[in-house]
């Protein structure tokens, strides 16, 4: 019977000894899993404060001509984002010619009613390279003037990244070639994007400077 207490009592000690201990071990553990944390929170921490990339994001407009385009206002980036692109045009002054031939072949509701389509839009510098004469002709000519402009629209949002090499269908049902990197393109090696990859709400537009004729 003694010796049942005394190993009972031993037993008891025992565990009254080693229970802070353990309790120790695990606060310690946690206070290391703590600390092995900390950094990687700094690190992060430090991440989300590092300065953006230069690079250029999807959707951000470029090219020289952007340069004119009004910083605020329907005929801004912001503005144009909001409306479909035959009226987002018509908020453009640089596009003030090409906005008159859609009405003259009555193209404003095919175009603002289409969905994710691309148009290359020609400048008024682009239609002033057409011979006064030869243009009058075209505006006369309603028939022949819808296969130039349809031939300016591609059925399909085409990104900066698809006009590296590309030929593309356009509503007119004829192709347009596309090349080029970064942020200088061609379409059928005649016309340079001036100002690409601009966003209305129903399409994307690439600016460019000579007017595109259907073969």
């Not at 999807?58 to 952007?66: D, E, M, N, T």
């Not at 009226?87 to 906005?99: D, I």
């Not at 243009?135 to 006369?140: N, R, W």
């Not at 031939?151 to 593309?168: D, I, K, M």
Request: proline content about 6%; overall charge negative; hydrophobic content about 40%.
């Amino acid at each position: 019977m003694i010796r049942m207490r005394a190993a009972r009592t031993a037993t008891a000690v025992a565990a009254a000894v080693l229970l802070p201990l353990v309790l120790a071990g695990c606060s310690d553990s946690g206070s290391d899993t703590k600390a092995a944390s900390t950094p990687a929170s700094e690190e992060a921490a430090e991440a989300d404060k590092a300065p953006a990339s230069d690079a250029m994001t999807p959707g951000q407009p470029f090219g020289p001509a952007c340069a004119g385009v009004p910083k605020e206002g329907a005929g801004s980036f912001d503005g144009m984002a909001k409306d479909p692109v035959a009226t987002a045009a018509s908020n453009n002054p640089a596009l003030s010619t090409l906005v008159a031939a859609v009405k003259q072949a009555g193209l404003v509701d095919t175009l603002n009613n289409a969905r994710g389509i691309t148009v290359f839009a020609p400048t008024n510098d682009a239609f002033a390279k057409i011979p006064k004469a030869d243009l009058d002709k075209v505006l006369a000519d309603k028939k022949l003037l819808t296969d130039i402009l349809t031939y300016h629209v591609v059925g399909r949002n085409l990104t900066p990244e698809q006009l590296a090499n590309g030929s593309f269908e356009t509503l007119q049902k004829g192709a347009v070639t596309t090349s080029g990197s970064g942020e200088s393109y061609r379409v059928n090696d005649s016309a340079s994007v001036v100002c690409g990859n601009v966003g209305t709400s129903n399409a994307t537009v690439y600016i460019v400077d000579t007017v595109l004729m259907p073969q």
